[in-house]
């Protein structure tokens, strides 16, 4: 496996937009940048009701920027249920 430095990458900025490739990192697109192990998938902003959730409408409005559906990225929870890590324990 071929792991990425991941000191090249501190300093950098919250991605608060959730944006791929504009020099800026949300947490789990750190980790996928770093361990390059885990699927891009299209994300997802609904809530089991609506595709765009009240919540995630309000947030983007309030960054004023369009929400990112479907563009490819990753969530913490997607990266928790990949094939390739294992559990070593509980917190």
């Known amino acids: 496996m ?14 608060h937009s959730f944006y ?4 800026k990192f949300y947490c789990s697109q750190y ?7 885990f699927d891009i998938v ?6 089991g009701e609506k ?3 009240d919540y995630w409408q ?3 409005d309030d960054l004023g920027v369009p929400i990112p559906l479907d563009i490819l990225g990753t969530n913490p929870s997607q990266l928790s249920k990949c094939k390739k890590i294992k ?3 509980k917190l």
């Open 20 to 23: 791929p490739d504009n020099k």
């Open 58 to 60: 309000k947030y983007y």
């Open 42 to 47: 299209p994300m997802k902003f609904g809530d």
């Open 2 to 15: 071929n792991l990425r430095l991941p000191e090249k990458y501190l300093g950098c900025e919250y991605n």
């Open 31 to 37: 980790i996928a940048e770093i361990l390059p192990i």
């Open 87 to 89: 559990l070593i324990g």
């Open 51 to 53: 595709e765009i959730s």
